[in-house]
């Protein structure tokens, strides 16, 4: 996973956040056809691993369990909180208060 936080730029303050996840391991993939023929055992599959759908050779779509599902969605909600940290102490430490904030946004310009 690599983070990258770019702050101060042009005497303003700029965030960029880039994630990356780098999968090595193939996943199980079937098509369309296959899936919706054989629609229990992808769900047996999806139990031990995450499986992908194609249509035309496309991926269209990821079918996983509950609890990775669950475990992502956590995950999102973390790192989002996380990066809401970072930048409100870069703004902090900038000189951002909240009357400053409130004086930005209630600006027309």
Do not use: H
């Not at 700029?14 to 369309?32: F, I």
């Not at 599959?45 to 779509?61: F, L, S, Y």
Request: net charge neutral; charged share 25%.
């Amino acid at each position: 996973m690599l983070w990258m936080i770019a702050l101060g730029t042009g005497g303003g303050l700029k965030y960029n956040l880039y994630k990356t996840y780098r999968l090595e391991v193939p996943m199980r993939t079937v098509t369309a056809s296959e899936a919706k023929q054989g629609l229990a055992s992808v769900i047996e599959a999806a139990a031990r691993e995450p499986v992908v759908i194609q249509r035309q050779k496309r991926d269209v779509a990821v079918v996983m369990s509950m609890q990775e599902y669950r475990r992502l969605t956590q995950l999102n909600v973390a790192e989002f909180q996380r990066f809401c940290d970072v930048v409100g102490a870069s703004a902090a430490a900038a000189g951002m208060t909240e009357g400053k904030l409130a004086e930005l946004l209630a600006s027309d310009d």
